[in-house]
């Protein structure tokens, strides 16, 4: 008989400013854990920033003993900034994105006019894994798959029983991932979400955000392959491309941009670093007119 699936410890934070849950892992016998999508509270009226959501995160992972291996943003968010470097300082840990953060960067340091001194290559982050690749957390194997389509860089991470998705899909009552941003594509989406689709129909995926589908009266960011391809509203029950890429279409060019999708970008293609300040020490994060 084979082994059975190791099933991790995940404890999810939900942040109501921004709709986004952080996910910390962890494998119960080594303790070692990872964080998913951490946030960084923003006040847009003010500048100002608060770290209340990180430490909640850092409270858990001291409360139960844990010890951070791996800080993962599933993508380069536009909804929030990121708390990756204070959580790093506080808790230790590598940094990890996927390797196509590149085409990213690219592509944002020229909206930003980022400059020369802005590396795109990634180098901002301690680990850019590639599809396919393994590590371990505890005593279990963790895949990488990359899942573009929303952005070039999107990756989900297969942790055991669970995976953990980023903004590819949405509870099923939701849908899926808008594919209109720089390097976005319905047609790979698609594809990306066909690919998560082979995985066990009893794996439990963890989604990045949830938005309160109309009808349900709580906020749910855990559900299953087999709910994914049985009910999800856009790609579920077998929905072919063609219908996938016009309502996707269709739909894309009705939404309106993220609200925080300019302090977040610049912010967060810099593994949640702030530019650098300007010569009276103050930093400044650049909203750029007309440019998306």
């Not at 990756?155 to 390097?183: E, K, Q």
Request: charged fraction near 25%; glycine fraction near 8%.
């Amino acid at each position: 008989m084979s082994e059975p699936t190791p099933k991790p410890i995940v404890k999810s934070f939900f942040d109501p400013a921004t709709n986004t849950i952080t996910h910390v892992v962890h494998d119960a016998a080594s303790r070692e854990a990872i964080i998913f999508d951490p946030v960084l509270d923003y006040c847009a009226a003010s500048g100002h920033t608060n770290t209340k959501s990180a430490d909640m995160v850092i409270n858990y992972i001291e409360s139960e003993n844990l010890k951070t291996k791996y800080i993962i943003e599933t993508h380069a968010h536009a909804d929030h900034l990121s708390s990756a470097p204070y959580l790093k300082e506080k808790l230790g840990g590598q940094t990890m994105i996927g390797a196509r953060i590149d085409a990213v960067q690219k592509v944002f340091g020229d909206v930003f006019n980022a400059g020369k001194t802005f590396a795109t290559d990634g180098s901002q982050f301690d680990v850019l894994p590639k599809d396919g690749d393994t590590f371990m957390l505890g005593d279990i194997e963790v895949t990488a798959m990359h899942t573009p389509g929303h952005t070039p860089a999107c990756m989900s991470y297969v942790v055991g029983d669970a995976v953990f998705v980023g903004d590819t899909l949405f509870m099923p009552d939701f849908g899926t991932a808008r594919c209109d941003f720089p390097g976005g594509s319905a047609e790979t989406l698609y594809n990306s979400i066909q690919k998560l689709f082979t995985l066990p129909d009893e794996t439990r995926v963890f989604l990045c955000h949830d938005y309160k589908a109309p009808g349900r009266d709580e906020y749910v960011w855990e559900t299953t392959i087999s709910e994914e391809k049985r009910n999800n509203k856009h790609v579920g029950g077998g929905a072919d491309m063609d219908s996938f890429v016009k309502m996707r279409t269709e739909r894309d060019a009705e939404l309106s941009m993220p609200k925080l999708i300019l302090p977040s970008v610049q912010v967060n293609m810099r593994a949640g670093e702030f530019p650098p300040a300007d010569d009276n020490g103050t930093i400044y994060l650049k909203i750029p007119i007309n440019a998306l």
